[in-house]
């Protein structure tokens, strides 16, 4: 399965909340979180959108390991 994450490298700048609110939402700080962690197929693609666009980096989709 795989999860989005978003690191401490976040701005804040709002890309990703504009785009897909579905998965990501602003904290406390202003920075960027993810609001839905499993990535559905069907929106892997705006997403794959959303983490080019992304200024800093800051957005990735990981593989979860099996424990």
């Known amino acids: 399965m795989e999860k989005l994450k978003v690191s401490d490298a976040c701005i804040g ?6 785009q897909l609110e ?3 939402e602003f904290n406390d700080e202003g920075l960027s979180s ?9 929106d892997k693609k705006d997403l794959l959108n959303v983490i ?14 099996e424990a």
């Not at 700048?13 to 504009?18: F, I, P, R, T």
């Not at 993810?34 to 069907?42: F, G, I, R």
């Open 13 to 18: 700048c709002g890309l990703c909340v504009s």
């Open 22 to 24: 579905k998965y990501f």
């Open 34 to 42: 993810v609001k839905q962690e499993e990535v559905n197929e069907e």
């Open 52 to 65: 080019e666009s992304c200024p800093v980096g800051a957005i990735v989709i990981e593989e979860e390991k």
